[in-house]
């Protein structure tokens, strides 16, 4: 496609389930982040991939957090044992060079 | 610890004036500035950025200034359009962050409202 791909939309769960956030990023573009917004917060840093280096994991806030690149395209960011304050808007974004290309976001709502 | 600030969470100007929003940050070693716009249920967009060897940059109606020794940057709008209602974050990255080197930092936006 031409812009970053999330999915879902929107994904609400129960607290304690495990839920998987997809991006599929610009065709080409090596670079692929992860940030998150909370309400009323601005944009926080998760993780991000750079072709085929080690991610750089230093803003997931738990171990119950991960994500995953395949072939150097999609990413699957994974949270176990869903809390309510991991309530938020999960951001992918792309680059290649230049500035950061965001998708739309997954707004995830734990119950 | 918040990097970057912007403490007005909203403003509203009238269309056709200008329109001003501020933004600071607190680490030095931050080199490089952007600003991002974002619509409801989008992701936000990138709008403009400033080399901290540059003082001002712009680009058809928008304008930053940044003034290093306040740590300080702003984003003029002029003149202000109805379309240009949305929020804007202000962002900031490190030099020499390795491979990371666009781990930005975001402040927490600003809701702009253009009135008709």
């Known amino acids: 496609g031409a812009g970053v791909s999330q999915s879902p939309s929107n994904k609400v769960t129960e607290k304690g389930k495990d839920v998987e956030l997809r991006c599929d990023p610009i065709s080409g573009h090596t670079a692929l982040y992860w940030y998150r917004q909370s309400l009323g917060q601005g944009l926080e840093f998760l993780i991000y991939?750079?072709?085929?280096?080690?991610?750089?994991k230093s803003g997931l806030p738990s171990d119950r957090f991960s994500a995953e690149r395949t072939g150097g395209s999609v990413s699957t960011l994974t949270i176990q044992r869903t809390q309510q304050e991991d309530s938020a808007v999960y951001l992918c974004?792309?680059?290649?060079?230049?500035?950061?290309?965001f998708g739309e976001g997954s707004r995830l709502t734990v119950l | 610890d918040q990097q970057v600030k912007q403490n007005s969470p909203s403003l509203s100007v009238q269309e056709g004036r200008i329109s001003i929003l501020n933004c600071d940050y607190t680490n030095s070693m931050f080199d490089y500035f952007l600003w991002y716009k974002k619509y409801p249920a989008e992701g936000p967009t990138f709008l403009i950025s400033i080399s901290s060897i540059k003082d001002k940059n712009e680009d058809g109606r928008f304008t930053v200034f940044l003034n290093k020794s306040a740590k300080h940057l702003s984003l003029h709008i002029v003149p202000s359009q109805p379309g240009d209602s949305a929020v804007y974050f202000c962002?900031?990255?490190?030099?020499?962050?390795?491979?990371?080197?666009?781990?930005?930092?975001f402040g927490k936006g600003t809701l702009l409202t253009v009135n008709p």
């Open positions: 962002a900031a990255r490190r030099g020499n962050s390795g491979g990371s080197n666009y781990k930005l930092t």
């Open positions: 974004a792309s680059r290649h060079p230049g500035e950061l290309f």
């Open positions: 991939f750079q072709g085929n280096s080690a991610p750089d």
